[in-house]
């Protein structure tokens, strides 16, 4: 009888490798979305606060 061992076949510690760095490479991808998106809205709010304030004003 064939002696088995619970390490992976060819080529499947590899697949497992490509997950994690496609999983990594995605959420560092959603990260740069989301700081992209902060920005601009900080940059919206400040320019409707902006108007608001002109608004007050007259």
Known sequence: ???QTHEPGPGR???GAAFSDLT???AQRNE???K???KLR???EQEQAQRHRKQDLL
């Open 1 to 3: 009888m064939t002696k």
């Open 13 to 15: 510690s590899t697949s």
């Open 24 to 26: 990594k490479e995605i």
């Open 32 to 34: 740069r979305a989301h």
């Open 36 to 38: 992209e998106a902060r």
């Open 42 to 44: 900080t940059v919206r």
